[in-house]
C-alpha cells in the first residue's frame, strides 16, 4: 500500500478528538512560559519547603516545578540532588531494574531529522528481522542475563501491530540453559513503537505487553512540525495520545519520554509534568516510567550534533533531578545512550532502570554472538559495558540489581502500584524479588568478580529484611527464606 494511504488509514481523528477539552490539548505553551517565568527567582525558603514536599512522596505542581527549574544557587542544587537520592530510596530503595533493548526493524515511513533511521537516510541498511532471528537476538540477550526486553521498531506497514504482536511471541517463546543448568526466558517485553489506535493495542495487550513506551520527543509544537516535517510522525496529536488510547485498550503501565536536545529543556520537563498530569486526570494514575533521552550523533543527520538547544552535562543532572523531585513515585530511565561516567553519576539523583550489553543495530546481537562488524547504528551508544560489568560497578556503589518482573504479572500494575509507591510500600515488595532475582542472576550468569561482591551485598539485604518490622507483620520473612533457598537448589522464577 501506498504510504499516504496507509498513514491516513492508521490515523482515526475521532480517537484523537474524544480526549481533548473544548479542542485543546493540554499542552499549553503560553501557560508554561508563563510559569517559567513567573517562577524565575524564589526565596531558599520556598526551595526548601518545595523540596520537603517531595519528600513527602507528593507529585509537585506546574509552579512548584518551575521554581525548581530555575534555581541558581549551587548550594541549593546540592540539597536538591542529596533530596532526589532520598526520594529514590524512600519509594525504590537501592535497587536498580535492568531490561536490554531489542531493534526489531529499521524500515521508517518518517522523515525525523534528528534520527538515522529516518526515511531519506541512504546511508542505513535497511531490514526486518524474521522470527528465527529474532530468536537469535534473545538468546544472546537471555545469555548476559536479561529477563526483560524492550522492542523497538521504526514506524512502518511492514512492522504494523501484527508484526509487533508476532514478534513478541517469538521473544516469549525463546528458551536458554543458564551455565547453572536452569532454562531462562524473557519475562517482560516492553514495546517502544509507533502510536497505534486503541484496538491494535488492545492486541498487543492480549500477547502479554508489559510497559508500552512512546516519546514525545519535543512538547513544543512548531519545533516538533519543523523535527518532523512528514509521515505519520508528523501528526502531533496522534502521538501526544497515544498512550491515552493504551490506557482505554487496558495497558495500564505507559512511559514517556522527551528527546532532549531539540529544544528547551525546562519546557520540555514541564511538558513532561502536563502529560503526567493530564494521564492522572483521565484514568486516575500517571506514566509508569518517564526517559529523558539525550540527542546523540545520529548518521546522516546534522541536527543531532548541531541542534542550538544540546543539553550539557550539567543541565541534564538538574533534569534529571528536577523529575524525581516533580513526580517522585514514577521510575526514571537512563539509557546507554550516556557514557558510564554520566550514567553512574545520575544513577545516584533518582534512576531505577538501566539497559545494559546495549547493542541498537538490526541483528546486531547475533553479529556480537559471531565477532561479526556491526552495521551502522540508528544514534550512538555511549556506554559499551555488559551487564556484568554494569552489575558489579552497581553493586560497589551499594545498589542490588533487581531482574524482578512480578508486579506486571501479579496485577501490581496501574493504579495499584502507583498507591503502593506513593506509600512506599512497593518499594519493600521490590526489595524482596531484587533479592530472589539478584540470586538467580549470581548463580546463573555472572562472573567470578560479580559474584564475589554481590555475595556480600545479598547477606547485608537478607540481613535488613530479617531486621525490619514490616517484613515480620507480614509474615514475609519465612516466605522469602523459603523461595531464597529453593532458588539456591535450582527453582526458577519464584515471586512474592
Ligand atoms: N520509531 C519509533 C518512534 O520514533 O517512536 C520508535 C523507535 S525510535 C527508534 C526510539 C527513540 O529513539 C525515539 O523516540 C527517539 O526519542 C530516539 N532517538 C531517535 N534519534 C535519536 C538520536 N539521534 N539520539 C538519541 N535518541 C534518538
Ligand atoms: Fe522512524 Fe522513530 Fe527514527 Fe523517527 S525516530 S525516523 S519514527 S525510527
Not at 516492553?190 to 497505534?196: I, K
Not at 533521552?293 to 552535562?313: F, I, K, Q
Not at 532502570?353 to 565477532?371: E, F, P, V
Not at 547504528?377 to 555511549?382: A, C, M, V
Request: with cysteine.
Amino acid at each position: 500500500m501506498e504510504t499516504k494511504k496507509w498513514i491516513d488509514q492508521v490515523i482515526k481523528q475521532e480517537e484523537i478528538d474524544k480526549y481533548l477539552v473544548d479542542g485543546k490539548d493540554f499542552i499549553d505553551e503560553e501557560a508554561i512560559k508563563r510559569q517559567l517565568a513567573s517562577n524565575k527567582v524564589s526565596s531558599k525558603e520556598r526551595i526548601r519547603a518545595i523540596i520537603e514536599k517531595s519528600l513527602s512522596i507528593k507529585r509537585l505542581d506546574f509552579d512548584e516545578t518551575a521554581a525548581l527549574l530555575n534555581v541558581t544557587d549551587d548550594t541549593l542544587w546540592e540539597e536538591m540532588y542529596e533530596a532526589a537520592a532520598e526520594v529514590k530510596r524512600r519509594v525504590y530503595d537501592n535497587r536498580i531494574v535492568f531490561f536490554a533493548p531489542l531493534y526489531c526493524g529499521n524500515l521508517c515511513v518518517n522523515s525525523c531529522t534528528y534520527c538515522g533511521f529516518r526515511k531519506e537516510n541512504c546511508e542505513e541498511e535497511r531490514k526486518i528481522l524474521t522470527k528465527e532471528e529474532i530468536q537469535r537476538e534473545t538468546d544472546y540477550i537471555l545469555g548476559q542475563g536479561h529477563k526483560r526486553v524492550i522492542v523497538v521498531y521504526g514506524e512502518h506497514p511492514k512492522t504494523d501491530a501484527h508484526y509487533i504482536a508476532e514478534s513478541m511471541k517469538a521473544v516469549y517463546a525463546t528458551e536458554r540453559k543458564s551455565k547453572s543448568g536452569t532454562t531462562s526466558r524473557i519475562r517482560r517485553i516492553n514495546v517502544n513503537a509507533a502510536p497505534m489506535c486503541t484496538e491494535d493495542l488492545r492486541m498487543l495487550k492480549e500477547v502479554g505487553i508489559g510497559t508500552y513506551q512512546v516519546f514525545q520527543e519535543t512538547y513544543h509544537k512548531e519545533k516538533y512540525k519543523e523535527v518532523h516535517p512528514i509521515g505519520l510522525k508528523a501528526d502531533y496529536r496522534w502521538r501526544l495520545y497515544a498512550l491515552h488510547r493504551a490506557m482505554d485498550a487496558g495497558i495500564d503501565d505507559v512511559a514517556i519520554g522527551a528527546l532532549f536536545g531539540l529544544y528547551d529543556w525546562k519546557f520540555e520537563v514541564m511538558g513532561l509534568l502536563a502529560h503526567t498530569a493530564d494521564l492522572e486526570r483521565q484514568f486516575g494514575i500517571g506514566p509508569h516510567t518517564i526517559s529523558f533521552p539525550r540527542l546523540t550523533p545520529a548518521s546522516g543527520s546534522e541536527l543531532s550534533t548541531n541542534s542550538e538547544y544540546l543539553v550539557s552535562d550539567a543541565d541534564f543532572k538538574k533534569i534529571v533531578t528536577v523529575l524525581r523531585l516533580s513526580v517522585p513515585y514514577t521510575g526514571l530511565i537512563i539509557t546507554a545512550r550516556e557514557n558510564a561516567e554520566v550514567r553512574d553519576d545520575v544513577v545516584k539523583v533518582g534512576c531505577t532502570q538501566l539497559d545494559a550489553s546495549t547493542k541498537i543495530g538490526i541483528g546486531a546481537y547475533d553479529k556480537a554472538a559471531h565477532n561479526e562488524k556491526e552495521d551502522k547504528q540508528q544514534f550512538t551508544i555511549g556506554d559499551n559495558r555488559t551487564l556484568d560489568e554494569v552489575v558489579y560497578a552497581l553493586a560497589k556503589m551499594g545498589k542490588i540489581t533487581s531482574f524482578c518482573t512480578a508486579g506486571y504479572r501479579c496485577g501490581r500494575t496501574g493504579e495499584k502500584i502507583m498507591q503502593l509507591l506513593e506509600t512506599e510500600m512497593e518499594g519493600k515488595f521490590c526489595k524482596l524479588n531484587a533479592v530472589l532475582t539478584y540470586r538467580e542472576y549470581l548463580d546463573d550468569y555472572a562472573s567470578e568478580k560479580t559474584k564475589a561482591i554481590g555475595e556480600m551485598l545479598i547477606k547485608q539485604e537478607l540481613e535488613e529484611i530479617h531486621g525490619q518490622a514490616f517484613y515480620k507483620n507480614h509474615k514475609l520473612v519465612q516466605v522469602v527464606d523459603d523461595y531464597y533457598q529453593r532458588i539456591s537448589k535450582g527453582e526458577r522464577d519464584l515471586y512474592i
